[in-house]
Structure formats: C-alpha cells, structure tokens
C-alpha cells in the first residue's frame, strides 16, 4: 500500500496496564503496540523487537495525543520545536521594555509573520 494511503490509527491514544510490568497502547477500542512487543496494524503484523516500557509508554501516547490534528509530514520536519522558537520570538518582540530601538517595530512584523507561516504548517495549510 502507498504511503500517502496509509493513515495512522486515529486517538486518542491511551497505555492500558496488563499486569507484571506489560502493557498496551491503545487507540479506540483496539491494541495499537501490544504487550508482546509486536505492533498491530490493519495491514499488517509485524515485530518490533521490544516490549515498551512504562515512561516510552506513556511519552508515546502524550506525543500523539498532544500532536493530534497536526499533519504526519509538518511534524516530520520540525513544525513543534519551529513553533516554540517563532512563538517565543513573537512574544520577545511583543513584550519589549522601550521602543527606543528603532529596528523593534521590524522584528516584531518578521515575529508575527513568521509564526503565522509556521502555525499555517502545524495546521496543514501550508
């Protein structure tokens, strides 16, 4: 099946413990990652190698929950880390002590612009 086809599992996800240290991730009401180590798809079974621990467990499922409506590719390519940097330059700009600077005007229209180009991304718009 092509790439472009294939869709992740949609959330929100959730670790459901299984007892003596195994758990699960899952998405609705089916596995996503099982206890055995072995991911689950609709395509396809295949091996991971590990079971997963407690804390990959669980940072898993806050990343794809926290990541939900954000396309695969933009965070592919760093649209989570690029939107702090261009939201804590926006509000550097926006919070300055004085307007003596003359160049503060300027980098407050490159902050703004920048992290609407950057939230267009987050949102698949771009």
């Not at 396309?71 to 926006?94: D, H, M, Q, W």
């Not at 612009?113 to 987050?122: D, P």
Request: charged letters at 30%; a negative charge; aromatic letters at 10%.
């Amino acid at each position: 099946m092509m790439a472009e086809q294939m869709q992740h599992t949609p959330g929100p996800w959730r670790v459901v413990e299984k007892g003596r240290g195994w758990r699960e991730i899952w998405a609705g009401d089916r596995a996503v990652v099982r206890a055995d180590g072995y991911y689950s798809s609709k395509y396809d079974d295949y091996e991971c190698g590990v079971a997963i621990s407690e804390p990959n467990a669980r940072r898993i499922v806050a990343c794809v929950n926290a990541c939900d409506g954000i396309p695969t590719e933009a965070l592919e390519s760093g649209v989570v880390r690029e939107l702090i940097k261009a939201a804590t330059r926006y509000l550097a700009a926006t919070m300055r002590e004085s307007d003596d600077d003359p160049n503060c005007w300027f980098e407050e229209e490159f902050a703004k612009a920048w992290l609407c180009e950057v939230l267009a991304k987050a949102r698949g718009e771009a």
